[in-house]
């Protein structure tokens, strides 16, 4: 990576610690942008078309936050802190392909690419708009599955 395009990323991954006090760093093995999934920060993954059926429920209830599309078919909802989920919910989650993430695993965040792929907001994140409820997304998701069928 040339050495300006690493001091882009490095000044966007600090941009948006400060802006959002998101724990972003740069992944010098890949050359992306990257948050960490913490306490604080969680993400969600499934695919594009639920991910968008579901931000437009989260619309309506006014809670619809960061979105980003990754390489492929896939989004992630960034949201507040995890918490416990029954089995029941887990098991349904699985079923429609949403993937909960761990604390550790990195998403990549825009303007990181992977291959020719582009990693873009669905929906960017708003400086004075806290991260929505992860169990928020949850439901959105879980109630967009029974609107369109997978």
Partial sequence: ???SQLEHMLATADAYRRFYGWPTSVDHTTGQVVLTVSGEV???VAA?????DAQALLAI??????????PGADCAFLTGPAC???????T??????VRLQCEGSLIPLPPSRAGDDAVRWLCGPKPTRPLPP?????GALRASSAICPL
Avoid: K, N
Avoid at 84 to 90: G, I, K, Q, R
């Fill in 1 to 3: 990576m040339p050495s």
């Fill in 92 to 97: 349904d989650l699985q079923r429609l392909g």
């Fill in 134 to 138: 992860w169990t928020a997304v949850i």
């Fill in 48 to 52: 594009r078309t639920l991910c968008e």
């Fill in 84 to 90: 416990h989920l029954s089995e029941a919910t887990v």
């Fill in 42 to 44: 969680s993400a969600i």
């Fill in 61 to 70: 209830r006014m809670l619809a936050g960061p979105v980003v599309t990754l």
